[in-house]
Every structure is written in structure tokens, then in C-alpha cells.
């Protein structure tokens, strides 16, 4: 089965309200990232956390090796905000290492 | 298993010189990629190529150039070095939704 499970796989928020993503791994995973594809369909990395939690303005990430999943938090979602967003897990060790990305969530936010 | 060969693996260059970094795959991927980690940061998009002879732009292409000769190989390419280019360097050749990394290239610019 899949290693990263993504969820959900569609979301719409009303402006001002926030939500989670949640991406559950099915090993140990020695990090994770959170990307948002842009307009160009580029990835922008959001957050790199190898362990606990990391802010940047209305989101928060946090990873649990040991529990084996990530989550992402919106609060406050602006219109700006929706596009589709992406975690992607650390696997392997050095020399051979492999990033696994998620299936992907495509956030709506509306008036 | 996915083979993704990164040379050098590391590297000092001088300000305001020409570095060139060199991948090689024998996974016969379309897709090959080369980002940059910074020391607590995650990975970032320089450039990528999903053909031969064909490269796009990713997320922070300003100073680089990449070349793609071949399916096997995607080449970086630093035309005049900067101190702000000290970096590890990883490129990645692409299945599915799975990233196979090279081991990296530590590049320090004095």
C-alpha cells in the first residue's frame, strides 16, 4: 500500500475559518515536508520538520516519527490560500534516500 | 534498485568562479530535479527537466543553470559562484510519486 496517506483529498474553507491535513505514514519516517503547488505548478516548500512543531503566520505544522503521521493547520484561510498541498516524507538513509509524496490536498477557500 | 549518482560529492569553489555539478540515473526516469537544502531547511526547487535536452525553471532558478544532454545525466551549473550558493546540492530523478536522491554535493563558496 501506499507509504503516505494523504487526507483529505479535497477541502473548502470559508474565509476566516481554519482546518487540518493529515498525512499518516505507514513506516518511520526520518522527516517530513509540506509543499502548496503554485500557479506554475512549482512545489514552495512551507515546512521541514524533522521532529515537533514549526509556525509560520496562520500555519502550523507538526510530525510524530513515532506516531508516524504529520498534520498541517490553516487558521484564519484567506482567499489566497487555496491551491493544493502536498507532504512528503523522508525515507531511506544516507546515500539512498527517497522523498514520498502524499496524493495531495486541494484546498477551496471561499467568500 | 533506483541508482542516482551525484559528483563531486564535494566541493569548494571560489567567489565569482564556475562550478558544475553532475547527476547521473539509471532508472531511465523522465524526470530529474535538482534542489538545494540549507541547514535546518527543507528542500528547494532550482531546476528540472522531464526530457532530454529540455529544462524548467523551479523555484529558485536566479543564478543557476541546468543542462539535460541526456536522459541519464542533469547537470547544475553555477556561472559565477556566490557565497549565498553554499549549499548541499540534491538531485533527484523521479517514479510515481517517489523522489530517488543522490547521496548530494556539500558546496562551500569562499
Known amino acids: 500500500g501506499d507509504q503516505v496517506e494523504q487526507s483529505p483529498s479535497a477541502l473548502s474553507l470559508h474565509e476566516g475559518t481554519g482546518s487540518a491535513l493529515r498525512c499518516n505514514f505507514t513506516t518511520t519516517m526520518r522527516a517530513v515536508q509540506w509543499f502548496r503547488k503554485n500557479s506554475r505548478g512549482s512545489l514552495i516548500n512551507l515546512f521541514y520538520?524533522?521532529?515537533g512543531t514549526k509556525e509560520n503566520g496562520r500555519l502550523k505544522s507538526a510530525f510524530d516519527s513515532k506516531e508516524r503521521y504529520s498534520t498541517l493547520h490553516i487558521r484564519d484561510a484567506q482567499l489566497e490560500d487555496s491551491g493544493t498541498y502536498f507532504c512528503?516524507?523522508?525515507?531511506?538513509?544516507?546515500?539512498?534516500?527517497?522523498?514520498?509524496f502524499g496524493s495531495g490536498t486541494q484546498l477551496t477557500v471561499m467568500p | 534498485e533506483a541508482a542516482v549518482t551525484q559528483s563531486p560529492r564535494s566541493k569548494v569553489a571560489v567567489t565569482g568562479g564556475k562550478v558544475t555539478l553532475s547527476c547521473h540515473q539509471t532508472n531511465n526516469h523522465d524526470y530529474m530535479y535538482w534542489y538545494r537544502q540549507d541547514t535546518g531547511h527543507g528542500l528547494r526547487l532550482i531546476h528540472y527537466s522531464y526530457v532530454a535536452d529540455s529544462t524548467e525553471k523551479g523555484d529558485i532558478p536566479d543564478g543557476y543553470k541546468a543542462s539535460r544532454p541526456s536522459q541519464e545525466n542533469f547537470s547544475l551549473i553555477l556561472e559565477l559562484a556566490s557565497l549565498s550558493q553554499t549549499a548541499v546540492y540534491f538531485c533527484?530523478?523521479?517514479?510515481?510519486?517517489?523522489?530517488?536522491f543522490g547521496a548530494g554535493t556539500r558546496l562551500s563558496v569562499l
Open positions: 520538520l524533522a521532529s
Open positions: 512528503a516524507a523522508e525515507a531511506g538513509g544516507s546515500g539512498s534516500w527517497q522523498l514520498i
Open positions: 533527484a530523478s523521479k517514479q510515481g510519486d517517489t523522489l530517488y
